[in-house]
């Protein structure tokens, strides 16, 4: 067993390399959803940019916001559903299965015969442990885990501000629709652009965005909230991982805050997905410091069973 003389919740390694997801016959199975995202985008991106006129400045700049939006919900999407969330390292599996003290403290999945780390889980879909797991997504055709979680946050953030982007603007134009004296010229030019079939699919698409919305709301806040506390779907409320808001999003969105609200892989998140600190190891390791600085002990603390609890 390896020691070493850094802080006891440190991580063991830094994150692998951005790696795309396997695929299996569940995910081509569910892969048609994949296209209902892209369609849903193309049911507002019609209306709102073919076929709406931009005779305003105001209007031309709503319409390149919108792209901004789209680009960076298509950009979250592609890559929550193309990276992979993550698995047992074989490396690590190898090292507790030659310990007999550490493979006694990690339970063996019966599935997979690997040792699972700490806050990893059985994904019965793609039929493998995932670090870190959260919940397997239709809509990402994805197991949500260690690499991806940022991704899928993203994705909803940014699919929420699209739907409520698309709202807010059109509401002037629907003003304009109810008022008696510009109902009239309105609708001409709305009708010579658009025709009684395009105005049916601009009606849906609003529909669609204000449902969207109300629900996207409600689950960004949760999943957001889960972020800064540390916790996931699976393990529910929990206090033992939740070391401070600042430490908690960076396991999630990576060191460098430029790149949080980016759809890019940027050196991943932090840790490694197998080592997680908590309150106690924290307390523990903080305590051990002191001492060392005040010269009542000078040791060097053992952190290679640190996935266990």
């Known amino acids: 067993m390896a020691a070493s003389c850094q802080p006891i919740d440190a991580q063991a390694a830094p994150p692998r390399p951005c790696a795309v997801a396997p695929c299996t016959g569940f995910r081509f199975l569910a892969s048609p959803m994949f296209v209902v995202v892209w369609c849903i985008v193309a049911i507002n991106y019609a209306p709102y940019v073919l076929w709406t006129p931009r005779d305003t400045v105001v209007r031309w700049l709503c319409v390149i916001v919108f792209h901004v939006l789209v680009a960076l919900l298509l950009g979250s999407y592609v890559m929550c559903v193309f990276t992979d969330p993550g698995t047992v390292p074989v490396e690590w599996h190898e ?3 030659k310990d007999e003290a550490l493979a006694a403290s990690h339970r063996l999945c019966p599935k997979t015969r690997m040792y699972r780390p700490l806050r990893s889980h059985y994904c019965s879909v793609t039929r493998r442990v995932v670090l870190n797991m959260d919940h397997f997504c239709p809509w990402v055709v994805n197991t949500v885990g260690f690499y991806n979680r940022k ?7 940014y699919t929420l501000l699209s739907c409520l982007w698309v709202i807010f603007t059109s509401v002037p134009l629907i003003f304009a629709l109810k008022d008696q004296k510009q109902y009239g010229e309105e609708l001409r030019r709305i009708g010579a652009k658009w025709g009684s079939n395009r105005l049916m ?3 849906l698409a609003m529909l669609l965005d204000a449902a969207l919305s109300v629900m996207l709301l409600c689950f960004f806040s949760f999943h957001v909230r889960m972020v800064l506390l540390n916790e996931t779907t699976i393990e529910g409320p929990s206090s033992m991982y939740n070391i401070n808001s600042r430490a908690n999003w960076e396991q999630v969105f990576g060191t460098n805050k430029w790149l949080w609200f980016l759809p890019v892989y940027g050196g991943g998140p932090a840790g490694d997905g197998v080592h997680w600190p908590s309150r ?3 307390q523990a390791g903080l305590q051990q410091l002191d001492e060392i600085e005040s010269g009542q002990l000078l040791t060097c603390v053992d952190t290679s069973d ?3 609890e």
């Open 95 to 97: 090292a507790v299965a």
């Open 151 to 157: 991704f899928f946050v993203l994705f909803l953030m």
């Open 306 to 308: 640190s996935s266990a």
């Open 201 to 203: 699919v601009a009606m």
């Open 280 to 282: 106690r190891r924290r």
